[in-house]
């Protein structure tokens, strides 16, 4: 019986960059948390601590600033391609890299017509996400969102479910359906538009849901992962993650009043928690794309 070093990767977690670009005095921000992790032949610095083929994690963490510098930092995909083609085509050993980045979203604030130059306000807290995945000559991207909440106030119904002796669960016909989106979805290769393609998915993902008439958050789930492969060739799978943010309707008999579906308590646990993956069945599985995602 031996014992071996199995699959491992190692990188620099949650570099938080804020790039400015002062080309005109109108400014555009990136706020980014980017993580790299390099993986290869790394059996020597595992087995006997030798680090001649261990780039350092600091080193990882400064390339990312002066990538950020170099050339404008586009696209977040852009981004942590050009990160990841670097590892892997000039660090020895290093024939994989995964590239983590999630993108905060800020807005001018809404000074004069077309906003403030150079003020602005923290959008929402929904993050825009890419994980790129480089194995060697192999390239996966795959991109997301995470914290879409969303709400329906009406047209959501859950029955019709099995009964057993710990059901106390009743049964309704309308019901608030509430969600914090996460998302990520698999393109089939690089030559994307992605920001373009990035919004029409989220448009789309909406779409659905607000229009699904839901007998189940299982089958929103469903419908908004296949109405944006429907819409998007370029993508093969989208992989959901909602959480069920239920909302419970107060009895407000102990003071004589009806509450039809007007007040809630919106608990924050214990949440249901539906997640699925929506693909196409012509489609080769990427499990390399997907290998230690957060939530996948
Ligand atoms: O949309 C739902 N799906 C479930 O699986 C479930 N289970 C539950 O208690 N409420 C709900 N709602």
Known sequence: MGIVMGPNQYGKAEVRIVSVNRDTPRHTIKDLTVSTSLRGDLDAVHLAGDNSKCLPTDTQKNTIYAFAKEAPIGEIESFALRLGRHFVSTAEGISGARILIDEYSWERIPVGGTGHDHSFVRGTDEKRTTAVTIDGDKEYV???????????????????????????????????????????????????????????????????????????????????????????????????????????????????????????????????????????????????????????
């Open 142 to 296: 795959v991109s997301g969102l995470r914290d879409l909440v969303v709400l329906k106030s009406t047209g959501s119904e859950f029955w019709g479910y099995p009964k057993d002796k710990y059901t106390t669960l009743a049964e309704t016909r309308d019901r608030i359906l509430a969600t914090a989106v996460t998302a990520r979805w698999r393109y089939l290769h690089t030559d994307v538009d992605w920001a373009k393609s990035f919004e029409s998915i989220r448009a789309t993902m909406l779409e659905a849901f607000a229009t699904t008439h839901s007998l189940a958050l299982q089958q929103s789930l469903y419908e908004m992962g296949k109405a944006a492969l429907e819409k998007h060739p370029e993508v093969a799978e989208v992989r959901l993650s909602l959480p069920n943010k239920h909302h419970f309707v107060v009895d407000l008999s102990f003071c004589g009043l009806d509450n039809d579906n007007e007040v809630f308590y919106a608990a924050d646990r214990p949440y249901g928690l539906i997640e699925g993956v929506v693909t196409r069945d012509d489609v080769e599985e990427a499990p390399r794309a997907w290998y230690s995602l957060p939530e996948f």
